[in-house]
């Protein structure tokens, strides 16, 4: 029983492309997140929703816009693909907000050529 | 702004203890995190200390000092399957954002 699960696992694109990483979470948790994890490992916070609504929004490009049709849903859409974009997308849950543990999905190695 | 400083790597031998240590600068502080990452996976929660002290779950425990600013990861009696990163994460009060170290990677040897 997949508690976080991602789609795709590997994602290679071309420069310019758009593509969408999906995530859904069976844990009846209200909290959602994405991460991105860099090739020097580090996992820094893009995005979070709580029950469908922005609650965490860090400065990232607006080439990225995440989408909570539910509160088991996060998306992840990209637009104009850069080099500097591949990475390591995790999408994660929590309970609810603050000091909850976090559950993350198998991630996403997004590379972009 | 948090700063969060852990080792890069750390190397121990099966059987050993090993003890990661994790400083952190931050206002509003509401708890601090251990999760651990094997190459290629995802993080998994291991323990989390909001107040001062120990917390022992099995092999692994974690210490908490708030007003050093300070936490470690003690992990006993070593598997090569302990082989992983160790990432320290913090949260403040404030935006409930979990904001992680570079984590540390600990190697396992026979």
């Known amino acids: 029983d997949t508690a976080v699960s991602q789609t795709p696992k590997y994602l290679v694109t071309q420069m310019g492309n758009d593509k969408s990483i999906k995530c859904e979470q069976n844990?009846?948790?209200?909290?959602m997140y994405w991460y991105k994890q860099d090739s020097k490992k580090f996992l820094k916070i893009m995005f979070s929703?709580?029950?469908?609504?922005?609650?965490i929004n860090e400065t990232v490009p607006n080439r990225f816009s995440p989408k909570s049709p539910d509160k088991a849903h996060l998306n992840l859409h990209i637009n104009s693909l850069e080099l500097g974009d591949s990475a390591v997308y995790f999408c994660?849950?929590?309970?609810?907000?603050?000091?909850?543990?976090?559950?993350f999905g198998p991630g996403t190695r997004l590379t972009v050529t | 702004g948090q700063n969060i400083d852990q080792p890069t790597e750390m190397t121990a031998t099966e059987g050993a203890i090993v003890q990661i240590n994790c400083t952190y600068q931050?206002?509003?502080?509401?708890?601090l995190f251990w999760y651990q990452q094997h190459a290629g996976e995802a993080p998994t929660f291991l323990s989390y200390?909001?107040?001062?002290g120990l917390e022992e779950k099995g092999r692994f425990s974690s210490f908490l000092s708030r007003s050093k600013g300070y936490s470690y990861l003690l992990l006993k009696e070593l598997q090569m399957k302990d082989s992983a990163s160790y990432l320290c994460?913090?949260?403040?009060?404030?935006?409930?954002?979990?904001?992680f170290g570079g984590g540390t990677r600990v190697l396992v040897k026979p």
């Open positions: 929703y709580n029950n469908k609504e922005l609650i």
């Open positions: 931050t206002s509003g502080f509401n708890g």
């Open positions: 200390n909001v107040l001062d």
């Open positions: 844990l009846g948790h209200d909290t």
């Open positions: 994460a913090v949260i403040k009060a404030a935006g409930n954002k979990l904001t």
């Open positions: 994660a849950s929590s309970q609810a907000p603050g000091a909850y543990e976090q559950y």
